[in-house]
């Protein structure tokens, strides 16, 4: 792992600690690394966040290039993992502060937004193929593309989850259920 991915790794244990309210220090105390180091690769923390939330969604991606390459799962099961996949060590990750984020850092929410309305092109055949194969309904792929958005985009837009104690992970776990036996032909 390069010195960026370090850091980055670091500031998900800072804000899984603080939320948005992590600062510099905590990273550089977290990495047991110098603040200056940091702004070598980083200049400020608004960078640092919006370089965060692509390095999780690429994660996100290459977990889920390892669903469609595992042929030990039937089309319905890499349709369900793939729309509820997490990197496994990001399970844990707190991302339920991410309500905030649009007041706050209104930049990094709309990398966030655009990170979730794109890269699809794989999901989208995947569901093109269970239809083929007869194991989906016939669904219009984009409705369904948009009520996951839409729903996710809720999840960073408004404080529901921590007001129902509803960890992220089971509030997407339930969302993709609820889709995915919606979409499962009977």
């Not at 670091?10 to 220090?25: E, I």
């Not at 509820?84 to 990001?90: D, F, K, R």
């Not at 404080?159 to 499962?184: C, F, M, N, W």
């Amino acid at each position: 792992m390069g010195q960026r991915e370090e850091i980055l790794e670091g500031t998900l244990q800072a804000f899984n600690q603080k939320g948005l309210k992590f600062t510099m220090d905590d990273v550089a105390r977290i990495l047991q690394m110098s603040k200056k180091t940091i702004y070598m690769v980083f200049h400020d923390k608004e960078e640092l966040f919006l370089a965060m939330v692509d390095y999780l969604f690429d994660c996100i991606k290459e977990s889920e290039r390892q669903v469609l390459e595992d042929k030990s799962l039937s089309t319905m099961e890499k349709i369900r993992t793939i729309l509820g996949v997490m990197p496994e060590g990001y399970k844990d990750v707190d991302f339920r502060q991410l309500y905030l984020l649009k007041d706050k850092y209104p930049a990094i929410y709309r990398q966030v937004e655009l990170r979730l309305e794109t890269g699809w092109e794989a999901t989208i055949a995947l569901i093109e193929q269970g239809i083929a194969e007869g194991v989906v309904r016939p669904v219009s792929i984009p409705i369904l593309k948009l009520m996951l958005e839409a729903a996710l985009e809720q999840f960073f837009q408004r404080d529901i989850l921590l007001r129902h104690q509803i960890s992220y992970q089971q509030a997407l776990e339930e969302v993709v259920t609820i889709l995915v036996d919606g979409i499962k032909a009977w």
